[in-house]
Structures are given as structure tokens and as C-alpha cells.
């Protein structure tokens, strides 16, 4: 007993980190809470457990990461607001012609890859979301053909730079921190490139022969202007309808005719259908296939006019508009219902189907709680349409954001963004005060509000990132990370460096699948650096190495954000990732093991 006490009080901060890391993971892959509330809480455990100071917690505050992906975040939307990722999507539809996929997947290709390199690839995923289904739309493609390529294009091409890709920030921040020489600006290019130039090559030459036809949600409903429009009429004082229940209404028993809202004393009535009872002076708005008033009244048998049965009058009718939107990573209807959240009371519109992991749900979806990813095919006037895109719950699918476009500050975003790629590549110790610098100058100079700058920042994202590096250090501080270094070290010396470099890169990548790769990057990180360390070589090609395959999530739709956006868009299945992604990754996996030793020499 004395000796089990004696072990305990020994190890028990080795041994309560490596709990906290098993729950982590299992938190991550079981989705109990968000990944950045996992991560921060078990920073704040070890902290509270003394494992780490309060003082040595504090300087995870400090590391530049973070920061420098902060930065990224609010210059990517610079490039949006000053119209400069707009103009280069508009290039995109004139350059793609109409009739070839190959060549519109060239181009797009092109373009994406190396907008990421300079710009975080989900603003850029998203941007091109819109564009790429409504040119599929426009000219009878299939867009489940262009999706998954746009995504791969985009995790590749934010590889080639340093800023391309929070993973990259996270892991060269953490290899300044232990002493290491910082990356510069371009240097993993000369990597970054022969990974866009394989990922083209394969989807160019037969990879999307791997992809199935799969239909998205719109053309599930024929979405051309006039199909579906929408009336507006007042219940009167006199009406039959007055202190009648909706379900005993003659609405309830047409089913041509669909009441989306009713309005009172100018609110929306935040009642269930089911539950409503008409009075007097209530504004009912109704969704009809039937082109106007007297069209309504020959296809439902209502007689809307002020003589009508039902006694309505100040009738409104208008076009009804179908578009597309994906639940985003910060929405606040994520884990609602439809019923819960009321939907078709509260915004004013209807929910036509839902996509969910490779499934078109037409019926009985009201009761599905809404996830990130999912995908909505809604319907509704154009102000309601554009006041619920106005909110940062959905990702507009059908047509790209509207928002006022600063075009006559573009030169001054461009010269932002060149300083600070000219400056990071020539001064690598400088790149987090560069970027912060660089996103000074263009809010002096108004190309992006103040709002719109903390507005732009993936808050979560950044506390993820500092969630992970206090875990990190707790596996410093406990020897937990000496001891796996060490044990790595011991079971591969006699392979040598390049067998152990291909297994960090296959665990990185086998990890990045299943959790977040900005989680995987910060956690794997300190680990080859002890790893190298403990084998006696330089540490710099087993941190590209985590790099690279921290961001090369090709397999799943989980892995990467960008890959969960269009997983929604396309239509896709769960599987259709795995069966092109998977020669990708491995294919991948093979050409990095051999080649980084020959950039990046032990």
C-alpha cells in the first residue's frame, strides 16, 4: 500500500494529463461539447490542478499563434470586403467557359490553390460555394463534380505559405517557441507546390471519376422565377375566421396553400400553427403555386376578395424565392429543431428539405436538430430571404453575399498583404508583428471597420488553438511528452529518422480525420520536436511533416471545415470522400516521406 502511495504521489500529474488528453480526444470525436470549450477546460483543469502555474498559464496567452491567425482571419476578410476575392471569382466564370467540366475544373483549380495561399481557405471555399452551383445551374452540370475538388484545392494550396493555414501558424509559432530558427514566409512551399500540382494532376486525370452524380437540394424543386408565390392578406373584423382555430380553418385542409407567417398588431405571432387562433386585423402570409389572386381562388376554391367567404381584404401577392443556405460552425440554431426554434413563425419562411450526411430529408424533418454542415433549401420573400442571411447562422448558397464593396481601397489591401509577405519572407521572427501590422494599416485607411475586423475573427478557433498549447505544455511540464519522445525514439532508432518522420506524418494525418487539425497540430508539435531531439537529429523536417499532414485531410467530411461546407452543397455521402480522398492522402503520405528528407536534411 505504501508503495502504491508512494507511485501515486509520484505520478499522479503525469497520470491525471494523460486522462485529461483520453477525454479530450473522446470529446472531440463525440462532439460532447465544442472543440474550443473542450480544449480551454482542460487547460483550466490542469491549471487548477497545479499543474500548471497560474504565471506559466498566462504566457499561453503570449504565444504568437494565435495572434497571427487572428490576424489572417481579418485580412482574409479585408480581400473580401475590397472586392479583390469577388474579382477573382468573377475571372473564374469568364475563364471557365460554359460547355467543358475539364476545363472549368481547371481553372477552378487554379484559381482556389492559389488564392489560399494568401488567404484562409474557408473564406475562400465559401465565396465560391454560390458561384460554382450557379454556374452548375446555369449550365446543367452536375456540381457535386466541382465541390469536393474546390475543397482539396483549397486545403493544398494553403500549404505553400506560411499564412496559408492556421496548422502552419500553430506549428512554426510552437517551433519559435522551443528555440527553434522560425519558418519563413515561403520556405514550405517548396513542398506546398508539389502537393497542389499532385492533388490537380489526380483530380484532373481521373480522380473525379471517383465522384458520383449526386443531386443537391435545389434540384429537388424546380427553383425558376414565378413557380411559387406568395399572398398577403388581413383577416377582417367581420370574418368568419375570427376566433377560429388554424387546424378547424378552411387553411388547414388545403394543401395547394401554405400559411408561413401571421402577423399581429405588426409582430409575428410566435405561436405554433396548430395552437393559433385567428382575430381580427391579423396580416396571413401564404404560399400558393398559383400566379395571383383570382388564380388562388380557382385552384384552393377561396375567395379571397373583401366579399369573399372569409372576409379578407388588402391582398398582397408577390414572387416566392428558393435558395440555398449550410448551418455555420457559429450558428445559434445549431442543436435546435425546426419545432423548437419555430422556424417558419420566426423568419418568416419554410424549410423545404434538409440535407444531413448524404441524405435529402423531404419529409418528417421538423424534429431534426440542426448541426454545422447541414444544408437547408428555404423558401420566402426576398426581404425575409435577405434579413435571415443577414445573420451569421446560415452561409448563403444560392448567390454570393451582398454586402457594400470598399473597391476604391483594393491598392491599399493589396499593399497591406504584399508588405507583409515581403517583410515575412525576408524577417521569419517577424511574421506575427508583420500581420498585426498589416491589419493596422487597413483599419487606419477604413477598408475594414473595427466591427467587421472582430466580426471576421473565428473566435473559436483562436481560443481552440489556446486551449491546445496549454494541454501541450502540460505534457512539457508533467514529462508526459519527454517520455513518449523518448519511447517513440527508442522502439523506431533502429529504422532510422525517415521511418519515424512517415509515422508522425500517417498519425497526424489519421488524427486530422477525426478531430480538428489546428487540435492535432498543436498537440503533435511539441512531440516530434522531443522526438527528434531524443534521436539527435534536427527537428525541422518532423514539424513540416505535422504541418503538412495536419492539414491534408482528404478521407472524411469531419476532418477540415472546408470539406464539411461543400459535404452539405453537394449532396454528398460519407463515403464519397473516403473513395477519392484515400488514394490522395495516401498517395500523399508516400511522395512527403521521401521528399521532405531531401528539402528539409536530418
Not at 491567425?69 to 482574409?76: C, H, L, W
Not at 424543386?221 to 377582417?236: M, R, V
Not at 511574421?431 to 473565428?458: F, G, H, N, R
Not at 527537428?539 to 467530411?557: C, E, L, N
Request: charged share 15%; aromatic share 10%.
Amino acid at each position: 500500500m505504501d508503495a502504491f502511495l508512494t507511485f501515486f504521489a509520484t505520478y499522479w500529474q503525469p497520470m491525471l494529463t494523460c486522462v485529461i488528453i483520453v477525454l479530450v480526444f473522446i470529446s472531440f470525436l463525440k462532439e460532447w461539447i465544442s472543440p474550443d470549450l473542450t480544449a480551454m477546460s482542460a487547460f483550466i483543469i490542469l491549471v487548477l490542478a497545479g499543474i500548471l502555474s497560474p504565471s506559466k498559464a498566462m504566457s499561453v496567452f503570449g504565444s504568437s499563434a494565435p495572434i497571427t491567425v487572428a490576424a489572417m482571419f481579418i485580412m482574409s476578410a479585408v480581400l473580401e470586403r475590397t472586392g479583390l476575392i469577388e474579382l477573382l471569382a468573377g475571372r473564374f466564370e469568364k475563364m471557365a467557359g460554359t460547355n467543358n467540366p475539364v476545363r472549368i475544373l481547371a481553372v477552378l483549380l487554379f484559381i482556389v490553390a492559389f488564392l489560399s495561399a494568401f488567404v484562409n481557405n474557408t473564406p475562400v471555399v465559401v465565396v465560391f460555394l454560390p458561384i460554382i452551383l450557379r454556374h452548375c445551374r446555369k449550365y446543367d452540370h452536375k456540381a457535386s463534380k466541382f465541390l469536393i475538388p474546390l475543397s482539396y484545392a483549397a486545403i493544398v494550396g494553403g500549404t505553400c505559405t506560411i499564412i496559408g493555414t492556421s496548422t502552419n501558424l500553430i506549428a512554426s509559432g510552437i517551433a519559435a517557441d522551443a528555440g527553434i530558427e522560425p519558418f519563413g514566409m515561403f520556405e514550405v512551399g517548396k513542398l506546398g507546390i508539389f502537393f497542389v500540382a499532385i492533388t490537380l494532376i489526380y483530380l484532373m486525370c481521373g480522380g473525379t471519376k471517383l465522384i458520383p452524380d449526386r443531386v443537391t437540394l435545389s434540384t429537388l424543386f424546380d427553383s425558376e422565377p414565378g413557380h411559387e408565390f406568395l399572398t398577403q392578406a388581413h383577416i377582417a373584423g367581420d370574418s368568419p375566421l375570427v376566433g377560429k382555430a388554424f387546424p378547424d380553418s378552411p387553411f388547414a385542409k388545403r394543401r395547394e396553400l401554405r400559411i408561413i407567417e401571421v402577423v399581429r398588431d405588426g409582430r409575428p405571432v410566435p405561436i405554433a400553427l396548430n395552437e393559433l387562433v385567428f382575430q381580427g386585423g391579423d396580416q396571413i402570409v401564404m404560399k400558393t403555386r398559383a400566379a395571383g389572386v383570382m388564380e388562388l381562388n380557382d385552384t384552393t376554391g377561396l375567395d379571397l376578395s373583401p366579399q369573399g367567404e372569409l372576409g379578407l381584404d388588402h391582398v398582397r401577392t408577390e414572387s416566392a424565392v428558393l435558395m440555398e443556405g449550410i448551418v455555420g460552425p457559429g450558428s445559434r440554431l445549431a442543436g435546435k429543431s425546426l419545432t423548437q426554434l419555430n422556424f417558419r413563425q420566426r423568419f418568416g419562411v419554410l424549410i423545404l428539405a434538409v440535407h444531413r450526411r448524404g441524405v435529402n430529408l423531404r419529409d418528417r424533418f421538423e424534429n431534426v436538430k440542426l448541426a454545422f454542415g447541414d444544408t437547408l433549401l428555404i423558401e420566402g420573400p426576398v426581404d425575409r430571404m435577405t434579413e435571415l442571411f443577414g445573420e451569421k447562422d446560415f452561409v448563403n448558397l444560392s448567390k454570393p453575399k451582398e454586402q457594400p464593396i470598399r473597391r476604391e481601397k483594393a491598392p491599399i489591401a493589396i499593399g497591406a498583404l504584399l508588405l507583409f509577405m515581403i517583410g515575412g519572407a525576408t524577417f521569419p521572427a517577424y511574421i506575427p508583428i508583420l500581420a498585426i501590422a498589416a491589419v493596422l494599416i487597413t483599419l487606419v485607411t477604413k477598408c475594414i471597420d473595427p466591427v467587421e475586423a472582430y466580426q471576421a475573427v473565428e473566435w473559436k478557433v483562436v481560443f481552440l488553438i489556446f486551449g491546445m498549447l496549454g494541454l501541450g505544455m502540460g505534457l512539457q511540464e508533467t514529462g508526459v511528452a519527454k517520455i513518449l519522445a523518448e519511447s517513440a525514439a527508442s522502439t523506431f532508432n533502429e529504422f532510422g529518422p525517415h521511418v519515424v518522420l512517415a509515422v508522425l506524418y500517417l498519425l497526424a494525418a489519421v488524427l486530422t480525420e477525426l478531430i480538428s487539425n489546428n487540435a492535432v497540430a498543436a498537440l503533435l508539435t511539441p512531440i516530434a520536436i522531443g522526438i527528434a531531439i531524443s534521436m539527435g537529429v534536427d527537428p525541422r523536417p518532423f514539424i513540416v511533416a505535422i504541418m503538412f499532414a495536419s492539414s491534408a485531410s482528404f478521407v472524411t467530411p469531419i476532418g477540415y471545415q472546408t470539406n464539411t461546407y461543400v459535404y452539405g452543397a453537394g449532396g454528398y455521402k460519407f463515403g464519397d470522400f473516403s473513395r477519392i480522398g484515400l488514394p490522395l492522402a495516401l498517395g500523399l503520405w508516400v511522395f512527403a516521406s521521401f521528399v521532405i528528407p531531401k528539402i528539409w536534411p536530418f
